[in-house]
T-cell receptor, first 111, second 111 residues
Framework: DARVTQTPRHKVTEMGQEVTMRCQPI?????VFWYRQTMMQGLELLAY????????DSGMPKDRFSAEMPDATLATLKIQPSEPRDSAVYFC?????????FGPGTRLTVT | KNEVEQSPQNLTAQEGEFITINCSYS?????LHWLQQHPGGGIVSLFM???GKKKHGRLIATINIQEKHSSLHITASHPRDSAVYIC?????????????FGTGTRLTIIP
């Protein structure tokens, strides 16, 4: 049963620290998305890739966030330096046209 | 005004009742998605539709492109249907592209 995996599932860190979240998309899916969910804003798209190329990262704070796909089996989202307002659940999703599968999310708490 | 509006925000019903959740959008779309977020946080894609109606088990999704409106219906509701239901729209040529989300409808089914 193919599924999107994300690590870590939970992360608590102090303000100013670097945070790296990883996502393994489903094999064969050519599109990968990063979303953030907060109580205040709900779900928001941060960035997405097609065939490993970044297509849109307009939802990301550019000064501290970066998203990459070093290869087809790994997508990363980094925050440096982290701030308390970055506390949220970060979801990765992968898909092909007509379908999108979400990972379990990484719950990030920045103190 | 949000591009995607859902109603109601919260809905509590007795087991067995017929449930309707509404979604209105204000932009041109290529597809509309219904997602389910379980109390544990996981997100599952229920439907993607661009016209007409789709049915999966006790769930039915309809869309009226002219009126920019979609409904999600649950027949014979059950406590396990308790979740947050999220409407999202995509505006690219393919239904899998970047999504804009509604704020969700929290459904609680009482035994």
């Amino acid at each position: 049963d193919a599924r999107v995996t994300q690590t870590p599932r939970h992360k608590v860190t102090e303000m100013g620290q670097e945070v790296t979240m990883r996502c393994q998309p489903i094999l064969g899916h050519n599109t990968v998305f990063w979303y953030r969910q907060t109580m205040m804003q709900g779900l928001e798209l941060l960035a997405y890739f097609r065939n490993r190329a970044p297509l849109d990262d307009s939802g990301m704070p550019k000064d501290r966030f970066s998203a990459e796909m070093p290869d087809a089996t790994l997508a990363t989202l980094k925050i440096q330096p982290s701030e308390p307002r970055d506390s949220a659940v970060y979801f990765c999703a992968s898909g092909r046209p007509g379908e999108q599968y979400f990972g379990p999310g990484t719950r990030l708490t920045v103190t | 005004k949000n591009e995607v509006e859902q109603s109601p925000q919260n809905l509590t019903a007795q087991e067995g009742e017929f449930i309707t959740i509404n979604c209105s959008y204000s932009v041109g779309i290529s597809a509309l998605h219904w997602l389910q977020q379980h109390p544990g946080g996981g997100i599952v894609s229920l439907f993607m539709l661009s016209s007409g109606k789709k049915k999966h088990g006790r769930l039915i999704a309809t869309i009226n492109i002219q009126e920019k409106h979609s409904s999600l219906h649950i027949t014979a509701s059950h406590p396990r249907d308790s979740a947050v239901y999220i409407c999202a729209v995509s505006r690219a040529n393919f239904g899998n592209e970047k999504l804009t989300f509604g704020t969700g409808t929290r459904l609680t089914i009482i035994p």
